[in-house]
């Protein structure tokens, strides 16, 4: 029985990475993982029910990931992100033609964030 997915993404700087992941998007971080001191860090972070490793391990995935993230009330997180003036991205929302609505971030590592909001009634 499969429960849920933990993507991993590629990071090549702890601090910019806090800068966006915790200051910026809001994340926390749940644990933080090295071998040894000057090793590279392996974390996770996550927010309400989203989970993401960071990794700075060569081995672990390529830059360039894209996630889509179901979200609610797209409108809300858009204002916060945008009361934070994070001088590396300033994102709108989109009508997509699949009756969704998006908001599209890219991470300082060239992995994409995509916020999804369906606009379906059910």
Known sequence: MMKHIVPILRIFDEAKAKEFYMDYLGFKVDWEHRFEADMPLYMQVSQDEIVIH????HGDCTPGAALRIETEHLEELHKRISLQKYKYARPGIEKTPWDSREMTITDPFGNRLVFVES???S
């Open 54 to 57: 960071l990794s700075e391990h």
């Open 119 to 121: 606009t379906v009634e």
